[in-house]
């Protein structure tokens, strides 16, 4: 997907956003998600990249931004780059390096990364399995989490392991024509 020029760093956090209350939050797709979305402790970073090399840049700038910040201020970020890696394919062999730089930045342990794609499949599924839509978003994102918050999640909530059956449960009810009606950017 190759955005417009006209399309704003403010229209793409907006339609993250959304994404984020309708599907993420509103199915439940993450339990852990709305809490950090009320308290506001999520950063919603836009790379202007249109090169690999930039976006390389401009994650270990948010590790480390991350990393540095207070908790309570910046829980977790979504590194959203709408202008490269677009073709899931390449996307998905972007996260080799990108684990990458967590390491060389120092901080596995303590930042781990999830992703989110407009095209996302899981192996093993064809394009178009309702499953593969708990982890498509309005633009290709890198989703960066610290560890000690997961944990404490984790512990929190009761058989964290069957959040991703549930999830494929919540999705083949709701459907691709149930996804439509969420009227979500894809």
């Not at 997907?1 to 509103?26: C, F, Q, Y």
Request: with cysteine.
């Amino acid at each position: 997907m190759i955005l417009a020029p006209t399309t704003s760093s403010d229209a793409i956090v907006s339609a993250t956003r959304e994404w984020l209350e309708k599907a993420v939050i509103g199915l439940n797709l993450c339990p852990f998600a709305k809490a950090v979305h009320v308290r506001g402790q999520i950063r919603y970073a836009v790379s202007d990249a249109h090169d690999e090399a930039t976006l390389l840049a401009d994650l270990r700038a948010e590790l480390q931004a991350l990393h540095a910040a207070p908790p309570e201020q910046i829980d977790t970020t979504l590194l959203i780059h709408p202008n490269v890696l677009t073709d899931f394919a390449d996307y998905n062999a972007f996260l080799v390096p990108a684990e990458a730089a967590i390491e060389e930045t120092g901080l596995p342990g303590e930042i781990q990364l999830a992703s989110f794609h407009p095209q996302y499949q899981f192996a093993g599924t064809a394009p178009d399995d309702i499953e593969n839509y708990t982890n498509r978003s309005p633009y290709p994102m890198l989703h960066l989490l610290r560890e000690a918050s997961i944990s404490r999640a984790v512990q929190a909530f009761p058989d964290a392991r069957a959040i991703y059956e549930t999830n494929i449960a919540t999705m083949k009810q709701l459907g691709h024509d149930g996804w439509a009606r969420l009227g979500l950017k894809s």
